[in-house]
């Protein structure tokens, strides 16, 4: 991590990824990106779900899309060209996708050269993984150095995310060195109420089965629907609600600061329960 | 089979010692007693080559180092004159040092590339069983069973197989996730996927974990499902055995 009120002389590649579809690594990808910009760093947020991209539209910016994340891997376009600088946070940049093309126009060496290109200049490389373990999802993560592992408390979306953190212990370049990647687990779209019912998986019982150190917990909450229909993440479009306030606690996470993971609504001693909370990875 | 396997299998000592001619300089000589194994073949030659390799593939380091002695008494006798050279052969092509060779004389090798074998080897039969201990100190001892050590959870997707021994896995194996083992699997940690075991040493295998929330179990040819064990066993320490053609599941706790 960076030291305190530096700029960090390592950049980050930081992949948020989940495997199942619909969690929300489109939305904590720009909220974490944008949470991560406010706190003063440069970063990238790169969408790499070619051909349903979606991270302009939740970040705003889909009007200016000119090139994209293939144009500039295949050479085309150069990477200044393809980069959108947002217009609310100005160390906060974009690198789309092409919704023309599929996840086969991107290849290993390309990303690999507009990752390292990218590290020159910036902080924070968000890479926002498509969902499913195909091309897409090993490319966002294969020159990652630490993942958010993006989870619903549902049972189907904890057993994809187990086998993408099977993935990212065995497909990454990191893996691969034989060197450690780091992987924290955010959970989104928790519901309390429905949790307190018995009706959604504890958060104890995700952390239990996935066994990562716990990066968040994002509430399930309409701010979050409006912040993404507006194109503003959530961060920036509405800072005081409950869900800005988890993502940029998370954020300042990764940057290192220890802050006490809070349950939305948390009953008494569920806090103290959680925090520290870090099974073997 | 291993107990056929040396009928004839005793140790032989031999000297080394050289000559030591007219040298100008002082040829410094000394002697030294090594071990050597002295292995019979017997024909059929297909029955006890494939005992050896039985026994090279369990033993590997057995015969590593170590010189050996052909008793060619039994070749000659029951396949002729002939058969000496295959038997030789095929001894060396196992990567056996055969050094010497017993029940043929010299001029029975004249002329064969194995005429160099010293055919008057002095020594004492020494009394030893093949298998059970080490012939001397620990260079031959039989190596362990392997077993494979995996020391992260088993997530899912992934498949964990090792086919020569057990697998044991420290942390759980998730929902999806497959251990395969040639013989016992132990997860200390909850088992929630699936574990086969059994795969080489059969109905002797079992499978031992700390929390039983698995799909499937498996021994040898048998599995079961979770419908199949009910509620009472689910998330319980339990061992799985096969039990007289059937799998067993029995809690530990």
Not at chain 1, 89 to 100: G, K, M
Not at chain 1, 166 to 187: P, V
Not at chain 1, 193 to 202: H, I, P, S, V, W
Request: glycine letters at 10%; one cysteine or more; proline letters at 5%.
């Amino acid at each position: 991590m960076a030291g305190e009120g530096t700029v960090s002389e390592m950049s980050k590649v930081v992949v948020v990824t989940s495997g199942k579809g619909g969690v929300g690594k489109t939305t904590s990808s720009a909220s974490l990106g944008a949470a991560l910009a406010q706190e003063g760093h440069k970063v990238v947020v790169i969408d790499f779900d070619v051909g349903l991209r979606n991270l302009d539209l939740v970040m705003g910016a889909e009007r200016r899309v000119v090139f994209d994340l293939v144009n500039v891997v295949q050479g085309d376009a150069k990477l200044p060209q393809a980069l959108i600088r947002d217009k609310r946070v100005e160390t906060l940049y974009l690198l789309p996708a092409s919704q023309t093309r599929d996840k086969d126009a991107l290849t290993e060496e390309g990303v690999g050269r507009v990752i390292d290109d990218l590290r020159e200049s910036f902080d924070w490389i968000v890479c926002d993984s498509p969902a499913g373990i195909e091309k897409g999802a090993t490319l966002a993560m294969r020159f990652a150095d630490l993942a958010v592992v993006v989870t619903n408390p549902e049972v189907s979306s904890v057993r994809d995310s187990d086998r993408i953190i099977g993935m990212l212990d065995s497909k990454t370049r990191r893996a691969e060195d034989g060197e450690r990647l780091e992987k924290q687990l955010l959970l989104t779209r928790y519901d309390p109420a429905r949790a307190a019912r018995g009706e959604m998986m504890k958060v104890e019982d995700v952390l239990e089965i996935l066994a990562i150190p716990l990066l968040g917990i994002i509430a399930e909450s309409p701010d979050v629907l409006t912040a993404s229909n507006v194109g503003c993440p959530v961060t920036l479009h509405n800072p005081a609600s409950a869900a800005a306030r988890a993502y940029r606690d998370a954020a300042r996470r990764l940057l290192g600061e220890t802050i006490a993971v809070e349950a939305p609504q948390a009953r008494r001693g569920l806090m103290s329960r959680l925090f520290g909370r870090k099974a073997a990875a | 089979m291993p107990a056929q396997l040396y009928p004839g299998l005793s140790t032989a000592a031999s000297a080394q010692a050289a000559d030591p001619g007219a040298a100008m300089a002082t040829l410094r000589v000394r002697g030294r007693s090594i071990m050597a194994l002295v292995i019979a073949p017997e024909p059929p030659f297909g029955d006890w080559f494939a005992a050896l390799d039985e026994q090279l593939r369990r033993t590997a380091g057995f015969f590593a180092d170590r010189p050996v002695v052909v008793d060619l008494a039994a070749v000659l006798e029951n396949a002729g004159r002939d058969a000496v050279p295959v038997a030789l052969e095929g001894i060396e092509e196992r990567g056996l040092r055969v050094i010497g060779a017993e029940g043929v004389g010299p001029n029975l090798l004249a002329g064969t590339r194995w005429a160099r074998l010293a055919t008057s080897l002095h020594g004492r039969d020494v009394a030893q069983a093949p298998r059970a201990d080490p012939p001397a100190g620990a260079a031959a001892a039989p190596p362990p069973a392997p077993s494979l050590l995996v020391d992260r959870p088993v997530r899912s997707g992934q498949s964990v197989v090792f086919e020569d021994g057990d697998i044991i896995v420290v942390g759980a194996v998730a929902s999806g996730a497959e251990v395969i083992a040639g013989g016992s699997v132990h997860v200390y940690g909850p088992l929630r996927g699936r574990a086969l075991a059994g795969l080489k040493t059969g109905a002797e295998a079992r499978i031992f974990c700390r929390r039983l929330e698995a799909e499937l179990v498996g021994v040898d040819q048998f599995y079961r499902t979770a419908e199949h064990w009910g509620p009472g066993l689910h998330g319980r320490a339990v061992q799985v055995r096969c039990d007289r053609g059937a799998l067993q599941l029995s809690a530990l706790d």
